[in-house]
């Protein structure tokens, strides 16, 4: 065993024996990134049950802005663009766009949907994506034939919308259980539109020893 490996076990040892209490805050986005953050919180909660676990919701501009206020100790973006002033921990899933879509509407006969799809259509649109441009590269030139009627924040009051107004909402994959007496259904869009998950933390700040526990526990499934 090599002297580094020999200070890890040392300091996983101590760290077993020494009662671990306090928070532990995370904020993200809506995405089926978070099961696997979910799995090493739940992990660390039943290893250290004095530490508090804090989840909470929200798109990237305000996790930031929490992260710098050191109300959070990470943050979780969608996305290929991480600030140098974090450090980052680049996570193996990756969300899809799609459409969310009524199961009635002639467009849920496709199996892709293409940007000449939506021409006319009432679309609403994460408010977050659209601050950050993320569709402007896929909807090129039919960008202004596009009839976007509003936006949203969370996929769930957004599937309620799809679900008594007839609009299409543009959103991440497997956020919305589609059974099948669901009156939504979701196709994907064509080309595929990909964002990678992102784990942040401040460069600044000094991480809890809850918070370091659980970096090291993630790093060790996805490095």
């Known amino acids: 065993m ?15 024996l020494t009662p671990i209490s306090g928070s532990l805050d995370i904020g993200a986005g809506e995405s089926q990134g978070m099961r696997l953050i979910t799995r090493v919180l739940g992990q660390l909660q039943a290893d250290y049950p004095e530490v508090a676990i804090h989840l909470h919701s929200g798109a990237a501009g305000r996790i930031a802005n929490q992260l710098a206020d050191g109300q959070l ?93 007839n609009c299409y909402a543009l959103a991440f994959d497997n956020l919305v259980p589609i059974e099948d007496n669901s009156l939504l259904t979701f196709r994907p869009l064509s080309p595929a539109l990909n964002e990678s998950t992102t784990l942040i933390w401040s460069k600044d700040r000094q991480l809890s020893s809850a918070a370091q526990i659980f970096l090291k526990r993630l790093k060790s499934i996805t490095e």
């Open 73 to 165: 100790d990470f943050g979780i973006i969608m996305g290929n663009q991480v600030s140098s002033q974090y450090s980052a921990l680049k996570l193996a899933h990756t969300d899809s766009w799609g459409i969310l879509l009524p199961k009635n509407t002639a467009l849920a006969q496709k199996a892709v949907i293409t940007p000449q799809d939506l021409v006319g259509q009432p679309l609403i649109v994460s408010e977050q994506a659209m601050n950050e441009h993320r569709f402007q590269n896929w909807w090129q030139n039919v960008s202004d034939q596009l009839q976007i009627v509003g936006t949203y924040d969370l996929i769930f009051n957004a599937q309620l919308l799809v679900t008594t107004s």
């Open 2 to 16: 090599t002297v580094t490996k020999i200070i890890d076990k040392t300091t996983e040892n101590l760290q077993t």
